[in-house]
């Protein structure tokens, strides 16, 4: 009888040693803070805050009319330039080499110039990393904007994808592993969800003694806390 109950009592604290306490935040899978990387006046405001925006779509945009022009003018010079080059390639071989590099440089500068140009002119407008939903935005028509200050003016964040950031005690470095079973409750919300350990931190907190972890999750809003139980032994 004594060794049936020591036998459970080794079982019981087998279990136990086999799910590790941790607490958690849910943070966006993706999140980035956007600037201009130009200066001028602010001329569209396309976005506003808790709107989803695909990748790749205009969130702002600056005066830019002096830059445009600029541009049609770059490429107005790389037009003729492209004409003399090719016209001068058809008679190479009856004209001197240095004359025929003269063209040929001008022809290369003014691809360059277009390139410069359209660089700039592209810098006037403020585009979503990623398909997203903004959730801050610092920005209104007529804003001036410094491209020697960078502000962030647009926070933007994945429209549903998120990750829970763990904290579990230290002392379980050499136990946690990716792939092992994490079970888990949000504040505020009785349900048992479960996910999996995609990526552990290679550092402990020397503050708290803390390591992190991360577990992938879905439509929870960023910013609520909750706490689980890492299964590291197969129940």
């Given amino acids: 009888m004594n060794k049936i109950i ?29 600037a201009f990387d130009a200066s001028g006046i602010t001329r569209v ?8 925006v695909n990748k790749g779509k205009i ?23 492209k004409k003399d080059y090719e016209r001068q390639l058809k008679v190479k071989n009856l004209i001197d080499a240095g004359k025929f590099d003269q063209y040929l440089f001008k022809y290369e500068n003014a691809k360059n110039q277009v390139a410069y140009a359209q660089a700039k002119y592209d ?3 403020l585009r979503a ?24 003016v647009f926070k933007i964040q994945s429209k549903s994808k998120r990750k829970l950031i763990l904290e579990f005690d230290q002392k379980y470095h050499r136990v946690v592993k990716v792939g092992q079973v994490f ?26 003694r803390k390591i992190k972890a991360e577990v992938k999750a879905k439509g929870f809003v960023t910013g609520l806390f909750g706490s689980g139980y890492i299964t590291s032994l197969e129940k």
Wanted: charged share 25%; hydrophobic share 40%.
């Fill in 6 to 34: 020591l036998g459970l009592i080794s079982f019981v604290f087998m279990l136990n040693a086999g799910e590790i306490y941790a607490t958690f935040n849910v943070e966006a899978d993706k999140k980035a803070k956007l």
């Fill in 45 to 52: 405001v396309n976005y506003e805050i808790a709107n989803s």
């Fill in 59 to 81: 969130l702002a945009s600056l005066e830019n009319s002096d830059m445009k022009a600029s541009l049609e003018t770059a490429k107005t010079a790389l037009k003729f330039a």
């Fill in 123 to 125: 810098k006037t407008f």
């Fill in 129 to 152: 990393p990623f398909d997203g939903i903004i959730y801050e935005k610092d920005i209104e028509v007529g804003d001036t904007v410094s491209g020697m200050m960078l502000k962030t």
């Fill in 183 to 208: 079970k888990y409750s949000v504040d505020g919300d009785k349900k048992v969800y479960k996910g999996v350990i995609s990526k552990i931190y290679p550092n402990a907190n020397s503050s708290n």
